[in-house]
């Protein structure tokens, strides 16, 4: 149920949104073991003009911000950053231009159909 959130400048991604974001799914997939269909990831471009960074970030550097249930391993966590970086490279950016950022939730702390998440089988685990 990871809800994910990525922010970039405008215009470098051109057409390759959709398989942008697909990559970013299949990382979520591959390393913390969720369903294929939970899917929940947006995409925010911003003129460049709108991003202050360091000035050794190229124009690609990309912010990911994933809140997820709390319980991963960090061995899945590890997992998740480099499959990131791995599955990133093809649209050019390199381990530097990726920024991620967990924040862990506890499963009474997220409501889905009105009810805390912890009073829901989720269909997978956590704890992987």
Excluded: C
């Amino acid at each position: 149920m990871p809800s994910t959130r990525v922010e970039t400048a405008r215009g470098w991604l051109g057409e390759s949104r959709a398989a942008f974001l697909a990559a970013i799914q299949q990382a979520l997939v591959e390393t913390i073991l969720i369903p294929d269909q939970d899917r929940d990831i947006r995409l925010t471009e911003y003129d460049p003009e709108n991003l202050l960074k360091s000035a050794d970030k190229s124009a690609r550097h990309t912010n990911i911000e994933i809140t997820l249930f709390t319980g991963r391993s960090i061995e899945a966590k590890r997992r998740l950053y480099a499959a990131l970086v791995r599955l990133l490279a093809p649209f050019g950016l390199t381990a530097a231009d990726i920024k991620v950022v967990l924040i862990e939730v506890d499963r009474p702390n997220w409501g889905l159909n009105g009810v805390p998440a912890s009073e829901i089988e989720l269909g997978f685990k956590i704890d992987v």
